[in-house]
């Protein structure tokens, strides 16, 4: 069955995006801001992606993937948009943005922001607990790091001044300066290259570190962020050192309901704009032909994708179509061999991808008599004996290490809505190896979480659990593998190492089917819930180039790209 909008006029172009994760979402208010009528394919029940949020039967609400917002910006200015009128005065960073004060209480997000979702900071970022019972509140604000430094390891006050200092020019130079640049070919890269040289952020981001602080502690404190986005601090460039300072300068956000009701809130701003979502739409295979609209039968001249074919075998025809799923899979499984070149089989499997997780969502009845009162924070990073040991055994080894470390999500400190009254509801994170590691999920599973469950009772985190626990349900690389469709169980697309990031990383424009895009955690820039954000926003100026519009129609300045094939649609480079 062929399927084309009938009532689409002749002068709007359609688009399909696979994938209702945040950075398809994104994107599909980004589109219909520029007179597309867009169509999001979400395979589950429900939008989310790796945001999926969970109600069950007992009265508890899961997030299931990101718990952690920060630049609100990037938020308020999708909110902000309007159906096709695209046009947006202010740069990618309004100077009220970099110069405001950081919001410490109330409600955070800008005015149209407030109009679908109330976000509220979180402080401290995060509360980091070592193995000895010592712990470091991170809040990013300068008196208070100095002073716990102090604390924990006088000896590196200095250094971390030097740290402050060079993880500042990163941050100005990575993020502010380059942060929307799409490296699509390789001059782009090499024009950089000498500025991340001299600011030495192209060594790995825990030599980096180490160069500041002699205490193992701190040296964890200024690495472990690069794990929420599925980067091993000992193989990431030290260009991400400025995730300390989006963190510093922006701060952290909850919003209230969960990450689940920001999901529903840019799902209403898309609908609101004309767009429409499917769910339960699985999709089976991009539709790729020659120039012509003939089958494609050698990787090589012209390859255009006109749309998609469903797993029911109704097919979906666009102009251009977008995957916000999983980078490896949608070459290996949707875009047929023969119209691929440049992302081959080989290659495609040769790259290095993201470690996989164990998730527990739980819930247990607040203090009762005789229950010694909860510790803990919204964000707590609990460490394990060993750092770099474990995490040499994660990303290199791939094995299941004898120990672990883990985030333990605990909102309803901060919105109690989430649970049934009397209740919390949890989830903690535990990072284990991708489905390279050939471990049996169903065995190994059950065992992880009792360990896991059985640390936070008997280290005191959670006292009485087991007795107090009242649900409890996991999740392991088999539901990334299985549920969200991504290659090896990885959590978080390929691994963000130096190889594998700017031009390395894949591209926002496929390189080997015209009018085929990508979005999301697998393309440029990378993970994390504001870099998915950058990216809609890297791949809707991609659009607008390629479709004649100019670039500045979407806010901020001109961006150098080159196109990846001469046949490129109405390039405007």
Do not use: C
């Amino acid at each position: 069955m062929t399927h084309t909008p009938p009532s689409t006029p002749a002068h709007r172009k359609t688009a399909l995006i696979i994938g209702s994760g945040i950075g398809g979402l994104s994107l599909g208010i980004r589109l219909q801001s520029l007179g597309f009528d867009t169509t999001i394919l979400e395979k589950l029940d429900a939008p989310g992606g790796r945001a999926y949020q969970k109600r069950t039967e007992d009265g508890y609400v899961f997030d299931m993937g990101p718990t952690v917002i920060t630049v609100p910006h990037f938020i308020e200015e999708l909110f902000a948009l309007e159906r096709d009128r695209a046009a947006l005065t202010t740069p990618d960073y309004p100077a009220h943005v970099l110069e405001g004060e950081r919001v410490r209480e109330g409600e955070s997000g800008g005015p149209r922001t407030r109009e679908y979702v109330k976000l509220v900071p979180i402080l401290p970022f995060y509360r980091i607990y070592f193995d000895d019972g010592t712990y470091f509140d991170y809040d990013g604000d300068p008196e208070s790091t100095r002073r716990q430094i102090l604390e924990l390891a006088p000896d590196d006050l200095a250094g971390y001044e030097r740290f402050h200092r060079d993880a500042g020019a990163i941050f100005e130079r990575g993020f502010l300066e380059l942060g929307y640049t799409h490296f699509g070919d390789l001059p782009t890269m090499l024009r950089v290259v000498p500025d991340l040289m001299r600011l030495d952020a192209v060594r790995t981001l825990f030599s980096f570190t180490s160069k500041y602080f002699q205490s193992p502690k701190l040296r964890q404190v200024f690495s472990f962020e690069t794990l929420l986005v599925g980067g091993n601090p000992l193989s990431v460039p030290a260009i991400y050192a400025m995730i300390h300072f989006v963190e510093k300068t922006w701060g952290i956000h909850y919003a209230m309901g969960g990450t689940g009701a920001l999901v529903r809130a840019f799902v209403q701003k898309f609908e609101e704009l004309g767009g429409q979502i499917r769910y339960g739409a699985e999709v089976e295979r991009v539709l790729v032909t020659d120039a012509r609209g003939k089958p494609v039968k050698r990787p090589a001249g012209a390859r255009v994708a006109r749309g998609v074919a469903l797993a029911g075998g109704e097919e979906l025809h666009a102009d251009i179509t977008v995957s916000n799923g999983d980078w490896a899979n949608l070459y290996l499984k949707l875009v047929p061999p023969q119209a691929r070149l440049v992302n081959s089989d080989v290659r495609v499997r040769a790259a290095r991808q993201s470690m996989s997780l164990l998730v527990i969502y739980f819930g247990f009845r607040r203090d009762g008599p005789g229950d010694r009162p909860l510790d803990l924070r919204h964000h707590n990073i609990i460490l394990g004996p060993r750092y770099e040991e474990l995490l040499t055994e994660i990303f290199g080894e791939k094995v299941l290490s004898k120990d672990f470390s883990q985030y333990l999500h605990v909102p309803t400190l901060t919105d109690p809505s989430l649970a049934p009254e009397g209740h919390h509801a949890a989830y903690t994170l535990v990072p284990v190896p991708h489905n390279a590691s050939g471990l049996n999920w169903e065995v190994e599973g059950p065992k992880l979480v009792d360990r896991v469950l059985g640390f936070l009772e008997e280290r005191g985190y959670i006292p009485n659990l087991k007795a107090r626990l009242t649900h409890s349900e996991y999740i392991t690389p088999d539901y990334f593998e299985g549920t969200l469709d991504a290659y090896m169980g990885n959590a978080f697309g390929p691994e963000p190492t130096l190889i594998q990031s700017a031009y390395f990383r894949p591209h926002n424009r496929s390189e080997d089917v015209r009018n085929l895009y990508l979005v999301g955690a697998g393309a440029q820039p990378g993970a994390g819930t504001p870099s998915v954000m950058m990216s809609a926003k890297m791949t809707a100026r991609l659009i607008a180039q390629d479709f004649g519009i100019h670039p500045d129609l979407l806010g901020g300045p001109d961006v150098s790209v080159a196109q990846s094939e001469p046949e490129a649609v109405g390039a405007a480079d």
